[in-house]
């Protein structure tokens, strides 16, 4: 398979569940981002990998905590969120960091989140 | 103010018109533009990716920079119900830095 992908493509949970978000990129990229897209609003950075290691965390609350294995794969665990965290969550990857290289930024499907 | 500025429609044309999106920005240093095309459900996928000011053609789409107004556009000829879908802009500055989204503008080409 080539390209980002993103698992689950839906997801509903209560506010006390825990779960997790998983982004696999087969592009052979170094660096791997979450963004949030809520309607009608930009998509905002959430949090960016360059070869494995955490280069930004754009002030996101602790009740998202990200994890990059390796530079393929990356997860976002989800626990306690908020009604107002529903909203579609888009992973992507790059060769290198866009934020110090201009390269282009290639998204999955994203996981559509519904927090009840 | 936003540093970029997108209409966020909905922009709804006939099968067979010519579209145009547009992006205003605030920020000088932005230097590389881009157009993304989402489709419901989908994530965002890179239509047309340009440095500094011009044009720069791809069959039906056209992307224009114009450095000195700070203002982008993407235009489509001979619209298609399949370009029915949200157009994002994207810019960044020179050095790298923050990539900036507008907020999409939702076009449906309707046959």
């Known amino acids: 398979e080539t390209g980002v992908t993103q698992t689950p493509r839906h997801l509903v949970m209560g506010m006390t569940n825990k779960k997790s978000l998983k982004c696999e990129q087969h592009?052979?990229?170094?660096?791997m981002y979450w963004y949030k897209q809520s309607a009608k609003k930009p998509l905002e950075l959430m949090f960016v990998?360059?070869?494995?290691?955490?280069?930004e965390n754009n002030s996101v609350p602790s009740r998202f905590s990200p994890e990059c294995p390796n530079s393929s794969h990356l997860f976002l665990h989800l626990h306690t969120l908020q009604p107002e965290d529903s909203a579609l969550y888009l992973c992507?990857?790059?060769?290198?960091?866009?934020?110090?290289?201009?390269?282009?930024?290639?998204f999955g499907s994203g996981t559509q989140l519904s927090v009840l | 103010q936003k540093e970029v500025e997108q209409d966020p429609g909905p922009l709804s044309v006939p099968e067979g018109a010519i579209v145009s999106l547009n992006c205003t920005y605030s920020?000088?240093?932005?230097?590389?533009f881009m157009w993304y095309r989402q489709y419901s459900r989908k994530g965002p996928e890179l239509l047309m990716y340009?440095?500094?000011?011009g044009n720069k053609e791809d069959g039906r789409f056209t992307a224009q920079v114009d450095k000195s107004s700070k203002y982008i556009s993407l235009f489509i000829r001979d619209s298609q119900p399949s370009d029915s879908a949200t157009y994002l802009c994207?810019?960044?500055?020179?050095?790298?830095?923050?990539?900036?989204f507008g907020q999409g503008t939702e076009l449906s080409v309707k046959p």
């Open positions: 992507a990857s790059s060769q290198d960091d866009i934020q110090a290289t201009n390269e282009k930024l290639f």
């Open positions: 592009l052979g990229h170094n660096a």
């Open positions: 990998y360059n070869f494995k290691e955490q280069t």
């Open positions: 920020n000088s240093a932005f230097q590389y």
């Open positions: 340009t440095y500094s000011s």
């Open positions: 994207a810019m960044i500055g020179n050095q790298g830095g923050k990539l900036i």
